[in-house]
C-alpha cells in the first residue's frame, strides 16, 4: 500500500506518525517527506506492508494527529 499525507510542517510530526506505524505493528518500507504546495504544509508519502484492515485502521489514526490533511491510498 502506498499513503500519501499532507501534515503541518513542524517538529515532531514524523515522529508521532511513525510512532502510530509503529504502535499498529505496521512496516513502513519507504518514507518520502517533502514541501509541498501548499503554504506551511508538508507532503509524506509512505509505503507500507500489511493487510487492508490495518492500513484503514492506520488512516484513521493518522487525522487526529498533529491534523493531518487528506489521507489518501495511492
Known amino acids: 500500500h502506498v499513503i500519501s ?5 513542524e517538529f515532531g510530526v514524523m515522529q508521532r506518525v511513525m510512532g ?3 504502535r499498529n505493528k505496521i512496516n513502513v ?8 504546495e501548499l503554504l506551511g504544509k ?3 508519502v ?3 506492508v500489511s493487510h487492508d484492515a490495518a492500513v ?3 488512516g484513521l489514526s493518522l487525522i487526529h494527529i498533529s491534523e493531518p490533511t487528506r489521507p489518501e491510498p495511492i
Open 5 to 9: 499525507l499532507i501534515v503541518k510542517n
Open 20 to 22: 502510530e506505524f509503529t
Open 29 to 36: 518500507e519507504t518514507i518520502v517527506v517533502g514541501k509541498c
Open 42 to 44: 508538508s507532503r509524506m
Open 46 to 48: 509512505l509505503s507500507v
Open 56 to 58: 484503514t485502521a492506520i
